[in-house]
């Protein structure tokens, strides 16, 4: 039962992770939209005062590349309902330098980076201090190897679930 919990807290977690990656990719694709598109779709004027008064659309792709401006883009994004489409991705150094939401499912789905993902959701409040509390406990108790070996959820459900 606490393992199913866990499945899901984690795959939760992963989700979220890959969600906020496709939805906070901030301003400005090469196919993306210009600066008077992105006015006009988005009401959104330059120099944009929420992203350090950036004034073109590779202004604020900077700016929210930059370590600790990420919550600041996450919520301009989320306000303004930006979508993937219109807008540049960058990368999170903090998640292995993780460009899509794929690519940052991809990176968490392994053992090894399972840590610094718990961090990331402890960092920008993506999961509950309980939730955080359980995937900290569960990464420390399968260490280097929890029943049967396993070292992923995945893995310890399968070993749990083998009669």
Same mark, same amino acid.
């Given at each position: 039962?606490?393992?199913?919990?866990?499945?899901?807290?984690?795959?939760?977690?992963?989700?979220?992770?890959?969600?906020?990656?496709?939805?906070?990719?901030?301003?400005?694709?090469?196919?993306?939209?210009?600066?008077?598109?992105?006015?006009?779709?988005?009401?959104?004027?330059? #120099?944009?005062?929420?992203?350090?008064? $950036?004034?073109?659309?590779?202004?604020?792709?900077?700016? $929210?590349?930059?370590?600790?401006?990420? #919550?600041?883009?996450?919520?301009?994004?989320?306000?303004?309902?930006?979508?993937?489409?219109?807008?540049?991705?960058?990368?999170?150094?903090?998640?292995?330098?993780?460009?899509?939401?794929?690519? $940052?499912?991809?990176?968490?789905?392994? #053992?090894?980076?399972?840590? #610094?993902?718990?961090?990331?959701?402890?960092?920008?409040?993506?999961?509950?201090?309980?939730?955080?509390?359980?995937?900290?406990?569960?990464?420390?108790?399968?260490?280097?190897?929890?029943?049967?070996?396993?070292?992923?959820?995945?893995?310890?459900?399968?070993?749990?679930?083998?009669?």
């Amino acid at each position: 039962m606490k393992l199913n919990k866990l499945t899901i807290l984690l795959g939760t977690l992963i989700l979220l992770l890959s969600g906020i990656y496709m939805r906070t990719k901030v301003l400005a694709a090469s196919q993306g939209l210009s600066e008077e598109e992105i006015t006009k779709q988005y009401g959104i004027t330059f #120099p944009v005062g929420e992203l350090g008064n $950036c004034t073109t659309i590779a202004e604020c792709g900077s700016y $929210c590349r930059k370590d600790g401006n990420l #919550p600041s883009c996450m919520e301009f994004v989320k306000k303004h309902s930006i979508v993937k489409e219109d807008v540049l991705s960058f990368s999170i150094s903090e998640l292995g330098g993780c460009q899509m939401g794929t690519d $940052c499912r991809n990176f968490c789905n392994r #053992p090894e980076n399972i840590t #610094p993902c718990i961090d990331f959701a402890d960092k920008y409040d993506l999961l509950s201090t309980s939730n955080i509390e359980i995937a900290r406990k569960f990464t420390a108790a399968v260490g280097d190897g929890g029943p049967g070996g396993c070292r992923t959820l995945e893995q310890c459900e399968r070993y749990c679930d083998d009669s």
